[in-house]
């Protein structure tokens, strides 16, 4: 072992504990040992230097418990469960201490507030308890005798919520302080003991007013009756603490009435109404006084709720005549305004009735809007409802039908609206919907006045678009947990939507919100961008303006993938058609939005070279528009973009950015269906090592298909098909890095350049001869296989297809050239570094040509270099090595020198 720097420390090393059991903390071992102590009849205990004997075990105990409030958070989370199921045993069960029943204690989660009632022995009751000692360790007790039975007979059998009631009533000073401030908590506590034994006991469906014995009913009424008074007497010193109060007792109350006799809960609630009348009258602080009434706006959201609500504050409040005076003048005028509501509702149906043509306008997007609303309805679990929204749907249809025997817009307007809806949503039922459209498909085929007309065969043809929709659903639904696949299904979809922009847009916009959702905001800018291309393609048709981008092409420095947008095909529809690029986005304004968004995402995924060239397209816009106010906000971004490029780009591996991990994945096996034998380069978030993919691929696949049938190849080799068990799943897994030619590294100087539009993608396999993976240096070879994707990352997915595989075999000696490129590659990036660091110019020197791995370059030079190689073949790789070694020792010395500048 060579040390570093003279035995400096690089870096230091910390141990932490990690256990299960021991609590580390020393106010939770004190309290745990003196229980358990309790349990086993243990004693003397020996706690550190500590010995307690039973004499005053009692007193520890109980300072323990108190001092359980300065325990570390971490260990008591961690115990929580054990810590409290020790207290409440305490309260249900107090230990016999000396022939003396010990204290039972309440403990809060929070504060460890102790309700202690001090239960004392009976003078008569005169016991020893009788305990025989260890011969070896006086200290060390034996096996204790029987319980003493008459002690057990006073404590008795007890309920902890019955216990819990009891002692809260009866409690006093900082205790019921503590109580009060975590009433929730001991309320909570109350109810799951009561629900606890009434399942337990099989009282579940006993009569309510035999669920209970009437000694706790009386400790519960107390209770509510002391905690309501509370809340009347402190409402002016703390407010904080009398709103929290209120709200725990009425859910406490609440919960009662699942549980309780309900007469008898209602009593509870008209004790605690009383007690607060006068309160409500002569509260000055006005935040206190709407705890007690119900508001204007929560009688407006709730109008039902709150009139009830209202008529029975009325009548628990006989003396408020001028109250009911008020509800009345109220109600009457809430009722008026129902009634205008329902007038404006049918003056607007009037008005489409006699003018149907403003509904279909393209201009508005009133019909986008109630075809969403109708689908929705659709598929609602309701019958009536779907029936009124089917009806609604086809007299949409069939308005449209009637102004121009074609009803085109609403076919788009629906077939979006599904789109959308199937792509963003998870609370539609689809066999709901189908029902729908079948019903839908009954009145086109029984509506009398349209049947000689093709209005039934164009309904025909929509229905069956949108069952082809819906079981694109179901397949995305069984996808929903592998987020690849959904993706290339959502990407399937799309793309069969090609020559019908509107459907492929809304496409793309689902795609982008699922990447967004999974923080890919790269892909989710890609999305973006290519909606935003296919709007300006079709808008370029419509309207002949020179600052608005010619096409997609446009858009091509944003990314090399955008030309698939292209309106070439013969299949392409035109814009001026019927129903055609109706929607909002396809609008100079609707362009301008998908680019904003495109940029915002961008930013997010630290790209900020591509928001750069979003604003490209936009700033023209703005500027023919002389809209100074958004010019002067993107050029803040931009500055804000490129300040940050600055600020990140001074570093190794250029600071803080890290844009993606990529990984070859290939699929062998018929289990996989179509994915057998077809291999994908996966982008991945950037730092992920092959361990992680390899443990979330294989964990997903062998929960599908079983974990005995799923196996991971370890290795990078070819895969031969035919030595694989045809009943289980291969997935072979291979870190891959990107690729350039030489003459396209001149382009790609930044490392923003060479993490942006990557299409081909290398990994390396250590290989010799013999069949081994490595071997000495005159017999290692290596093969470098170089991988073409279909497009280019990142890209509106995060797989690609492998669409070329070259292979690359180096000789042992080509093998010594790059790894001498690359050492000298390395040493120069670190002695350029600015600023200037020392510590990783030592590293790389120390790695290069250190002692411990001298035998590197030595070992190289003495194989390669020391005679002239007899095949003439050879002679170029000899020449090459020695300029390498030439460079390397030139870079070498130069770094040696900058390192000592540094020092001094």
Partial sequence: MKWVDNHKGVFNVEVVAVSTIHTQDPYLDKFFALVNALDEHMFPVRIGDMRIVESNLENELKSSISALNSSQLEPVVRFLHLLLDKLILLVVRPPVIAGQIGPGGLGGSVHYATMARSAVRPASLNLNRSRSLSNSNPDISGTPTSPDDEVRSIIGSKLFHEELALQWVVCSGSIRESALQQAWFFFELMVKSMVHHLYFNDKLDAPRKSRFPERFMDDIAALVSTIASDIVSRFQKDTEMVERLNTSLAFFLNDLLSVMDRGFVFSLIKTCYKQSSGFSTNVQDQKIANMFELSVPFRQQHYLAGLVLTELAVILDPDAEGSRAEIEHEALIDGNLATEANLIILDTLEIVVQFPELLFEEETEQCADLCLRLLRHCSSSISTIRSHASASLYLLMRQNFEIGNNFARV????????????????????????????????????????????????????????????????????????????????????????????????????????????????????????????????????????????????????????????????????????????????????????????????????????????????????????????????????????????????????????????????????????????????????????????????GFYGERFGEDVVEVIKDSNPVDKCKLDPNKAYIQITYVEPYFDTYEMKDRITYFDKNYNLRRFMYCTPFTLDGRAHGELHEQFKRKTILTTSHAFPYIKTRVNVTHKEEIILTPIEVAIEDMQKKTQELAFATHQDPADPKMLQMVLQGSVGTTVNQGPLEVAQVFLSDIPSDPKLFRHHNKLRLCFKDFTKRDSFSRMSLRKMDL
């Fill in 411 to 698: 076919k788009m307007q629906v077939t979006m609206s599904l789109s959308s809806l199937v792509g963003t949503s998870q609370n539609f039922n689809e066999e709901f919907l189908r029902r729908s459209l079948k019903t839908i498909l009954t009145y086109a085929e029984e509506d009398l006045e349209l049947r000689e007309t093709t209005f039934p065969d164009q309904v025909q043809d929509l229905v069956f678009n949108l069952h082809m929709i819906l079981s694109d659903t179901v397949k995305m639904k069984e996808h929903q947990e592998d987020p690849e696949m959904l993706i290339d299904l959502m990407y399937r979809i799309a793309k069969g939507y090609q020559t019908s922009p509107d459907l492929r847009l809304t496409w793309l916009q689902n795609m982008a919100g699922k990447h967004s959702e999974r923080s890919n905001h790269a892909e989710a800018a890609q999305c973006l961008v290519h909606s935003a291309a296919l709007v300006a393609e079709y808008l370029s048709m419509l309207e002949d303006r020179k600052y608005l981008p010619v096409g997609c092409v446009t858009f091509q420095n944003i990314s090399s993938n955008v030309l698939e947008e292209s309106a070439v095909s013969d299949d392409v529809v035109s814009p001026d058609e019927e129903g055609i690029c109706s929607g909002k986005y396809f609008t100079e304004s609707g362009l301008v939005g998908l680019l904003e968004q495109a940029a915002a995402s961008f930013s997010m995924a630290g790209m900020y070279e591509a928001v750069n060239e979003v604003y490209k397209v936009l700033i023209p816009i703005h500027e023919a528009n002389r809209d100074a106010k958004k010019l002067s906000t993107i050029h803040g971004k931009l500055q804000e973009a490129f300040s940050k490029i600055v600020h990140q780009s001074t570093g190794w591996e250029d600071g803080k950015r890290m844009f993606g991990t990529y990984f070859r994945v290939g699929f062998y096996g018929t289990k996989f269906g179509d994915l057998d034998e077809q291999e994908f380069v996966y982008k991945e978030p950037a730092i992920t090592k092959l361990a992680e993919i390899s443990h979330r691929l294989e």
